[in-house]
């Protein structure tokens, strides 16, 4: 099952933060977060293991809470470079090591 | 080499057309995917292959027929297309299948744009 990703598109001027969610119905091993610019393959961002985890990659950071089976993904003081669809990643524990990815989110930075 | 590359970029076939799409990578890892993308939606998985052998069939329509000569290539080969099968075709790989537990990320290739008339 899709995880949900919220919102759907967001719109920034640089150096503004924003906040990306990803919630599961299910119980999940792991959460993963890509990248996807526009004709262009998905790049991986991070991938968060444990519940409470969270991982940094430049300034994109990510949670995970386990109990609720979401994830957030932090983008901070954002660059041009962030803009890109971004797509949670979701491994449930029944679900035989399959990753599900949630609807997207688009991103677009502004100078 | 840190890529995953996918021939062709583009394909045009029509329903009666037999093609086959074609993805490489030369990491050394263990597991391939067969992922499916249309316009503004989230790759869709198709198929996974775990050393060489067919580990998950998303129940994908026979049309659709996977192979993995080697540890380095998996090929998709195309026969009897609908239009509506017309997407991104996107190839991943990892070191090895996903586990729950090993935090196994995927590379993904550039995709084939395939359009079916």
């Known amino acids: 099952q899709q995880p949900v990703q919220s919102p759907q598109a967001v719109i920034l001027r640089e150096g503004e933060d924003a906040v990306i969610n990803c919630s599961s119905s299910?119980?999940?091993?792991?959460v993963h977060w890509y990248r996807q610019k526009h004709g262009e393959a998905p790049v991986f961002l991070m991938i968060?293991?444990?519940?409470?985890e969270q991982k940094g990659h430049d300034k994109i950071s990510a949670s995970f809470n386990e109990k609720k089976q979401q994830s957030s993904l932090y983008l901070t003081a954002s660059q041009l470079s962030y803009s890109g669809t971004y797509f949670c990643?979701?491994?449930?524990?029944?679900?035989?090591?399959?990753?599900?990815f949630g609807g997207g989110t688009r991103v677009l930075v502004k100078p | 080499d840190t890529e995953v590359t996918q021939t062709p970029k583009h394909l045009v076939m029509g329903m009666t057309n037999k093609k086959s799409l074609k993805c490489e990578q030369h990491?050394?890892?263990?597991?391939m995917y067969w992922y499916k993308q249309k316009a503004k939606k989230p790759p869709e998985l198709m198929f996974v292959?775990?050393?060489?052998?067919?580990?998950i069939n998303e129940s994908v329509p026979s049309r659709f027929s996977p192979e993995c000569p080697n540890s380095s290539l998996l090929n998709l080969h195309l026969h009897a297309l609908q239009p509506e099968d017309s997407a991104l075709y996107l190839c991943?790989?990892?070191?090895?299948?996903?586990?729950?537990?090993?935090?196994?990320?995927?590379?993904f290739g550039s995709g084939t744009q395939l359009s079916v008339l």
């Open positions: 299910k119980a999940l091993y792991s």
């Open positions: 990643g979701t491994e449930p524990r029944a679900a035989g090591n399959k990753l599900t």
């Open positions: 991943a790989s990892s070191h090895h299948h996903l586990t729950g537990t090993a935090g196994e990320k995927l590379f």
């Open positions: 990491m050394g890892h263990r597991a």
């Open positions: 968060l293991l444990k519940g409470g």
């Open positions: 292959y775990s050393y060489e052998k067919l580990s």
